[in-house]
């Protein structure tokens, strides 16, 4: 049997959200799964989501991630897959978990450019992002390392590297290895602006109520990661999450 498992803590994902990924993970594996969701707020999971209340810890936003390496939240160490719950499942995903690693983290790996090299200095950002931890693969219980080192000091960690992906490429480079970007996954806005497009990169144009967008799909990539970047508006980028996933809504 293996693990898929996804987080909702807080408001800004629904239980929809949840079962929508529920059903995306049902059309596209062929193995045997359990589904859990990490949440502290079960109300509106579809029956075959395992429900896994978190602790009362004094995490923020994405933080919360952490808790899926916390082994004490676990009653198995099988192969796991976590998905962000905003990704897109395009294709056939059972042939990621042949990827699976008992030493180590397997992750998006993003590298970083000139731009993006840029753009966080601009920011002020102390540490750069490498991976993406939007699919993450791993043997739960034996990652257990990552969250004890987390959560020994969670408020100092949260706010020297401001994101867990900051953190993970800091204190974890030797703890991961990585899924192949537009093989196994990619990300349909954050990879490259659209001023600056990879040679054959498939950008597509779609519209909104405030104007067009432009979004890069790669049919045949496994798992299509949404992150918009600040250029998209927050209405634009519901929009266009919402045409992407209607199929998924009925």
């Known amino acids: ?87 897109i499942i395009q294709n056939d995903i059972t042939q990621l978990f042949g990827l699976v690693n008992s030493e180590l983290l397997r992750i998006g790996y993003i590298g970083t450019d000139d731009l993006i090299t840029k753009h966080e200095n601009e920011l002020g950002l102390k540490y750069m ?8 693969l791993f043997h739960p219980q034996d990652m257990h390392f990552i969250y004890k080192k987390f959560i020994k000091d969670a408020t100092y960690n949260m706010e020297e590297y401001f994101g867990m992906d900051r953190y993970l490429t800091a204190i974890h480079p030797y703890d991961m290895t990585h899924f192949k970007y537009w093989q196994d996954w990619y990300s349909a806005w954050k990879a ?28 045949d990539a496994s798992i299509c990661i949404m992150n918009a970047p600040t250029t998209v508006s927050s209405k634009q980028e519901w929009e266009v999450f919402d045409q992407v996933f209607s199929f998924y809504y009925k």
């Open 129 to 136: 992002a490498e991976v993406n931890s939007s699919v993450m």
């Open 1 to 87: 049997m293996f693990n898929i498992v996804c987080v909702k803590v807080g408001t800004k994902y629904k239980s929809n959200d949840v079962n929508r990924l529920y059903r995306m993970v049902d059309l596209n594996m062929e193995l045997p799964f359990n589904f859990y969701c990490f949440t502290d707020d079960e109300e509106g999971l579809l029956l075959p989501i395992k429900k896994k209340r978190v602790y009362d810890l004094s995490l923020d936003s994405y933080w919360w991630k952490m808790t899926i390496f916390d082994k004490t939240m676990w009653d198995n160490n099988e192969p796991t897959l976590y998905l962000d719950l905003d990704v």
């Open 192 to 219: 490259y602006p659209a001023s600056h497009k990879e040679k054959k990169s498939p950008w597509q144009t779609m519209q909104t109520s405030d104007g067009e967008v432009l979004i890069m799909m790669i049919p």
